[in-house]
């Protein structure tokens, strides 16, 4: 694999905490449409569980965390990884993480925060091999099947991509991300009457996260039309 793929993450809002699929879409962008990045401006929200990424803040007060048995002192990590992945600094972010990474069995939503941060820090080979990792645990789980798409579309295997968005789309059926996405790996594949009936049902749709979604929609259904 090349490392000269993508782009590092978008801003993220940190007044509340998105779902998975649309604040990964804004985190690392949509690929297709020109390789243009998912819109700006704050995710709504989606059919499935909680991100697990990085660029979240953790979803575990402290005083929750003494609740269900987490120890404070990997919620103290957490929030400091989140604290540098916003500030851009990945490799400290990376050697932050390390402890909970380097456990016998490290938690899988640590394993796809250093997933995250190796994407933003356009580190492809390492991201691949850390999500073989977390697969291996859960590869039902939708962070994965987002990261499994992610790579596989940078790499031009769309094929591979469209299997990934298609799970996803199992899972949270109307969720704007996923389903732009898909247009757009379909696009990709030469798939035009799926891809541009996809378009025109986001842009039917009172579903988008925001304004900039249907504005991003518009202009990846024209740019093949």
Do not use: H
Request: hydrophobic share 40%; charged share 25%; glycine share 6%.
């Amino acid at each position: 694999m090349s490392n000269e793929r993508g782009t590092g993450p978008s801003s993220v809002n940190e007044s509340y905490v998105p779902k998975w699929a649309t604040i990964a879409a804004t985190l690392f962008g949509l690929t297709g449409c020109g390789g243009g990045e998912a819109p700006q401006g704050q995710p709504g929200s989606t059919d499935a569980g909680q991100a697990l990424g990085a660029g979240t803040r953790p979803t575990t007060s402290p005083s929750e965390a003494s609740a269900l048995e987490v120890p404070v002192e990997d919620l103290l990590i957490r929030e400091r990884v989140a604290a540098q992945f916003r500030l851009t600094n990945y490799a400290k972010a990376r050697e932050t993480l390390a402890p909970l990474i380097e456990r016998t069995l490290p938690a899988v939503e640590d394993l796809l925060r250093l997933v995250n941060i190796e994407l933003a820090a356009n580190e492809f080979d390492r991201a691949q091999t850390t999500l073989d990792r977390a697969a291996a645990l859960v590869p039902e789980n939708p962070v994965v099947l987002w990261s499994t798409y992610r790579i596989a579309s940078l790499d031009g295997e769309y094929e591979i991509a469209a299997e990934q968005l298609r799970r996803l789309r199992k899972l949270a059926p109307s969720d704007y991300a996923t389903r732009l996405a898909l247009a757009n790996v379909l696009a990709e594949l030469g798939e035009e009457e799926e891809a541009e009936a996809l378009y025109r049902e986001l842009l039917n749709s009172n579903e988008a996260p925001a304004d900039g979604w249907k504005l991003t929609t518009t202009y990846c259904l024209f740019s093949f039309l």
